[in-house]
Structure formats: C-alpha cells, structure tokens
C-alpha cells in the first residue's frame, strides 16, 4: 500500500444472498464495525439488492457497486441492465471483465473496453478485473496476458477519463480455490500493471490509479498482501459473504 492511495475492499457477492439477507448481513456489519474514515468499503450484492441497500450503505460510509452491465444506454436487450440504470439506484462502482464474466458468458477485451467506456461515461468507476489463467502461469504468460487486457479494456481513454478507474489483478487459478497468490507473487505483476498504466498514459495516472488483488482473499491473508507497495486493497468473494471475516477484512491492518 502507498499512503498515497486510499485502500479499497470490494465484496463481490455473486450471485448470493437474498434481499433479506444482503440486508440482514449490511445491519449486523454496521452494529459490528465502527468508523473506518482511512478505507473504503465496497458491497457489489446481487442486482435484486441494490436498491435495498443503498440507504444503509451510505449511512454507513459505505459504497454500492454492480456486478456487471451492458454497453448499450438502453434498447432490445433483453435481461440486461444499463449504466444509467445502475447510476440511478447510487451505484459508485460497477465490476467490469471478471473472469466468471469472460470464462463462463463470453466476454472479450473488447467487451470488457466497451463496459468501461459506458461506466465512465455514465459517472461511474469501473473496476475492471484482469488476470491469468494456471496454464499462462506456467507457460510464463502472466505479464503478456494481464498486459494484454489492461491495453484491450484501457486504451484510448483520457487521463481525465481513467482518473477513477480501479483494476483488480484476479490470478483466475486463485479464485475461489482457496490458493491465493503470495504476496511476493501478487507484488510483482501490480508492478507490471503499473509499468503498463504508465505506458498508456502518465506518471500521475500510474501513481494514483489503485489496483485491488483477488483470489482467495481472507483474513489470514489480507494483511500480509495490502503491506506490499503496489497493492491498495482487494476484491474479495467467498471471505466477505460471512459477516465475521468480513468484519475482519475490512479491519485489516498493516
Ligand atoms: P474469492 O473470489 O475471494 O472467492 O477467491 C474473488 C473474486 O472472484 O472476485
């Protein structure tokens, strides 16, 4: 972490819990944490839970995200939900690419760049996943690959435009397997992704964008990782949807 950069922690949900329970757990984690003025707190709850927890949230100083959108301002597509949409129920941030996304629903660099694009333009931060596969580890393919779909989903943007973006680095070997990248491991591609946001763009976007890591993210684990220098937070599924871990994650301390 860069005292520079405000630490962020994402949950990302899936597709878990109910509205009762999205908003059973956000009560119990506010009587459970106190302030927590130095962090930011993120909860990407299934769409059916976002209106809900949009009041509690903000009183408690935390932000809403989506999981996911569509491209398009509106139209014939059926099933999907706009940025617009997503904007008027107070979402700050929606997730962009997850590998769920781009492994199991088809999703590309260039849709993955298209969701950007659409989130920013409808006043929103996206945050936008990137990540290898076990197969392009061991062939010695990460930074090309993580490279590859930073250019894809970035390229083009002003750095007026990129100024809110997050990226989260999500080794797809790491997700949900309980193996988590090391934080030697993770330290050395956000400094990869770092080189890249430089490259594209400028030394202020280099130093200011905040790049989460996620894959299996948990209590044991969050301090070690945030202490290292290029990672400002993490993105986090099976460890935040139990109001004890969470409460622990987002407590993390370094
Ligand atoms: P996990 O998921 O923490 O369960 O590994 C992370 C993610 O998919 O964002």
């Not at 949230?57 to 932000?63: A, D, I, N, P, T």
């Not at 070997?173 to 763009?201: D, N, S, Y």
Request: neutral net charge; contains cysteine.
């Amino acid at each position: 972490m860069n005292p520079d950069r405000r630490p962020l922690i994402a949950a990302n949900w899936k597709m878990h819990k109910t509205l009762s329970e999205a908003v059973a757990f956000v009560e119990s984690i506010q009587k459970e944490t106190g302030p927590l003025a130095d962090r930011e707190v993120v909860i990407a709850p299934a769409f059916t839970a976002l209106h809900a927890l949009r009041e509690i949230l903000r009183q408690k100083g935390y932000s809403l995200a989506a999981q996911n959108c569509h491209w398009e301002e509106k139209g014939a597509f059926t099933g999907e939900v706009s940025p617009a949409m997503l904007k008027d129920l107070g979402c700050a941030y929606v997730i962009v690419g997850h590998s769920e996304r781009r492994q199991l629903f088809g999703e590309t660099d260039e849709t993955v760049r298209l969701k950007t694009t659409a989130v920013i333009k409808a006043g929103m931060d996206p945050i936008v996943c990137v990540g290898e596969v076990l197969a392009e580890r061991e062939r010695g393919q990460t930074f090309e690959v993580v490279r590859r779909q930073l250019e894809g989903a970035l390229r083009g943007f002003s750095p007026a435009q990129m100024a809110g973006v997050v990226v989260a680095y999500e080794p797809v070997w790491a997700i949900g397997t309980g193996k988590t990248a090391t934080p030697a491991q993770a330290q050395e591609v956000h400094a990869c992704i770092r080189a890249a946001l430089a490259a594209l763009f400028d030394k202020t976007i280099e130093n200011k964008i905040r790049i989460l890591y996620g894959g299996s993210v948990k209590p044991s684990n969050i301090d070690a990782l945030l202490s290292e220098q290029d990672i400002d937070g993490a993105l986090v599924g099976g460890a935040s949807l139990e109001v004890g871990s969470f409460k622990s994650l987002v407590q993390f301390t370094i």
